[in-house]
């Protein structure tokens, strides 16, 4: 039995927000449920008004516009799994969409929900961090975007206020020598909360060196964090089997682990290890590992 | 208590349902006699409340409902009865794909799902449509074959 609230549903989105900011700070958006619903069940949040923004106006659909990819908050992983332009313009975000618990949840968890959730093991986050994703966060009196390193406060923590709601997510277009990929470890095939999760983003010059480079680590830190120093390593570089021994222990130092049901932290410091040197290596051959973000997978 | 009244379409019959704000559609849907809609974890995570909501497969623990008026909802006593049993249900019988029963509609749900968008699937792709679906007694193998079976028959 879920705990009472109240139950406001708005039509449009300045009626959402509006809904917001009267009942803030107590109040909670909800769009697919997969984490606010457990969570009230379990009494982690015990908010007095819940606002169902689902299927509400303007926070739908994947749209390229002025150099940017454009979702929606409400686009759910299913779509995101589904839809051409994200295969071809945002691959490392299809890779973990792949994995995402199952089709039943990704069938109604959001992209907006996910990151606001602020899970530290959010599959969504470190492909989103890694493409340089931004956040558009908005109340009635304007809108701000804010870059996805500066979201994430703490577990369970963002710098979204309780009036304001996510209204969108963008990236800009990765260059067409762009290369991507994503790898998560779980406890089993599917259905289960990332271990350690990375992803990485390289631009490759004319010369074939680094020339852009983002790494993210996901479920090693209490948020998703960037590997700066990692980044630093490789760029001007070529990428080689040589370099990846080298700076995978420097992507590692961007990890604090902790023990948690899932694993020890010492078993994590390993496994994180192992998976930004396989991640690295998918970069190597992107026609079979990797993504080639300017096509489809 | 926030009470309303929804609409929902189960299985081709309309409904109307007082609900309060923290009602879950798995919770109306029992209430409604559909108890082939069956309540295990409700956090997500086992599928045995699986129904076709608007055409997709999702678990109605997860939404409230509220949020569901006027939604078209199917659950697997919706596909096929005793006399008239829908190809999947009958390869479930066929192959022992079920023992206890408990995930048995989930899966068949998530399955239903799985085949109206791939007529053909692999049993890769079997295994991914039922990943939210837990079941605890049969090990997936005679599932995995009764949605084969089920496949290849309605390819007939």
Known sequence: MLPQFELLMPDTLPEALEMLADRTPDVRPLAGGTNLIPDLRAGTHRPGSVVNVEGVGGLGGIRQEDGYIVLGSGVTLAEVLSDDLIAEHGGVLAQAARVFANPLVRNRATVGGNLGNASPAADTAPPLLVLGAEVELATNDGSRWVALEDFFVHVCDTVCEPMELITAVRWPLPSPRAVGGFRKLMLRKSMAISVVSAAAQITLDEEGCCEDVRIALGAVAPTPVRAYEAEDVLRGQRLDPDLIEEVTPVACGAASCIDDVRSSAKYRERVTDVLVRRLLGDLLHPDTGGTRCNRRS | ?156
């Open chain 2, 1 to 156: 208590m926030q009470q309303k009244v929804i609409t929902l379409t189960i299985n081709d019959c309309e409904h109307q349902a007082a609900v309060q704000s923290n009602t879950t559609l798995l919770q109306v849907l029992r209430r409604l006699g559909y108890t082939d809609v069956k309540s295990g974890c409700e956090k997500g995570d086992c599928g045995a409340c699986a129904v076709l909501y608007n055409g997709e497969a999702m678990n109605s623990c997860l939404i409230l409902a509220q949020q569901a008026d006027g939604a078209e909802i199917v659950t697997n006593a919706g596909l096929g009865t005793l006399e008239d049993p829908h190809p999947l249900q009958e390869a479930f019988a066929d192959t022992g794909a079920v023992q206890c029963g408990y995930c048995t509609p989930g899966m068949i749900i998530s399955a239903k799902a799985l085949l109206d968008r791939n007529p053909n699937p692999t049993e890769e792709e079997i295994r991914e449509a039922i990943a939210g679906n837990l079941c605890r007694c049969t090990g997936y193998a005679q599932i995995v074959d009764a949605v084969q079976m089920a496949s290849e028959r309605m390819g007939e």
